[in-house]
């Protein structure tokens, strides 16, 4: 079969990536992978988020994100063999620790601002545009912060950082957190508004706008990329059973990505950030907007059919590894001590996805080999379903050779 573009990856970089070269008259492939709930697109929290993106350990110290992985029960964690090859010189442990510095920061949230402003409004515009069904909620997100200890130490750091960067913050008593969200137990102590933030269920998103694609006749094939070799007339994929031959190649595979350009003898710093989703079945309350419960660092959100969702941890660890379940229980626990939900929350999903993350916070778009032919749209770490629009039109701008001044932020060629 030959297109002009096969895109490897199925999650919504992958994806948005095909709908707008299709829009712009290429012929697109998407080799989705082993099927939708593989990525980190099809369970994370679902916040296009409006606000800064930097923890607040992070904003203080290389030291205080290693004093929390310590932890017991730490949100943050390693596969100790991870930790071990990741901290040696050259690794990510490694690369993270020196991007923590105050003018990379500042540098790497002002592109990043951008990136996620524009984003919010492309989503917004292709759900109505296409009709996805997405259960849009667009009445904000609400942090909530029951330590006093916390709340003091945090609240004002996050807010001013986003302040800085231009976002709409408004910081809250506890008495009007819980008039904002009446579920939340007594004994908030504070918390931030952000107005901005929209919520969509990424799982509905995802297969939405597969429907969609396929709807404008964009095939979107459940199979894994075996093999990839670029030669003097184009790109040969080896996808499933078949072989498909394109001009160019997107590798949008989101963790993956290291693996295959590891086949190609290519490398990145690539390393998955592993997050975890507990789904409960249907209860009789109904949350105001998504809650993210600042002391377990746990985003709670509702399904329009009434299921609460938890998501939460960041643990590094190889993409292909099991779920550990201790996480889930620990999580839902953790829920009952911040919402007054009636009933036991019975959890009747469960789910582990990687953010693919880079140690200097930005992802890499951008052509990865001589020929030109290979394009690398990965590293977007906590951030892939707010900036997953406007790196398809990242991308879009390198195929068709337009010049983007913000390109320059993403090569991968810092990193080869
Ligand atoms: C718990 C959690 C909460 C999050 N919350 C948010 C949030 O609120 N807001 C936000 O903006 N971001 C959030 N994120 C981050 C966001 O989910 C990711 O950054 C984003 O989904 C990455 O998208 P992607 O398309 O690059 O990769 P993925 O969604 O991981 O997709 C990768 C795709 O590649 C496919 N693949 C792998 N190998 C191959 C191969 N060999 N051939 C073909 N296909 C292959 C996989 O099957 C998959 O379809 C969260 C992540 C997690 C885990």
Known sequence: MNVDVVVVGGGFVGLFTAYRLHKSGFRVVVAGGDGPRLGASWGNAGLIHQGSTTTVPEILGFWRVVRLALRRGSYISSNPKVALKESLPGGWIWRYARSLRREQHIRREAVLTELAREGKSMWLETIRSEGLDVELLERGSLEAFFSEELFNLEARVVADEASRLGYRVQLLSGEDCREMEPLLKEGVAGGIHYPDDVWLNPSKALESLVSA????????????????????????????????????????????????????????????????????????????????YADEKIVISQTAGGNLRFTSYFELNDPDAPLDHSKIIQMTRKVRNALNISGD?????????????????????????????????????????????????????IITGRETPNLRHFSPARFM
Request: charged share 25%.
């Open 213 to 292: 694609l396929e709807r404008l006749g964009v095939e979107v094939a459940w199979e894994r990329v075996k093999a990839i070799e670029v030669g003097g007339d184009g790109v040969r994929v080896e996808a499933g059973g078949r072989v498909l031959r394109a001009e160019h190649v997107v590798l949008a595979a989101g963790a993956w990505v290291g693996k295959i350009l590891k086949s190609l003898r290519l490398k990145i710093p690539l390393i998955a950030g592993r997050g975890y989703l507990a789904v409960s079945e249907p209860v009789n309350e109904r949350l105001s907007r998504p809650i993210f």
């Open 345 to 397: 929350t019975r959890i009747v999903d469960e789910w582990v996805g990687s953010r693919p993350c880079l140690p200097d916070g930005l992802p890499v778009i951008g052509r990865v080999e001589a020929a030109g032919r290979i394009l690398v749209a990965t590293g977007h770490c906590r951030l892939g379903l707010t900036l997953a629009p406007t790196t398809a039109k990242l991308v879009e701008d």
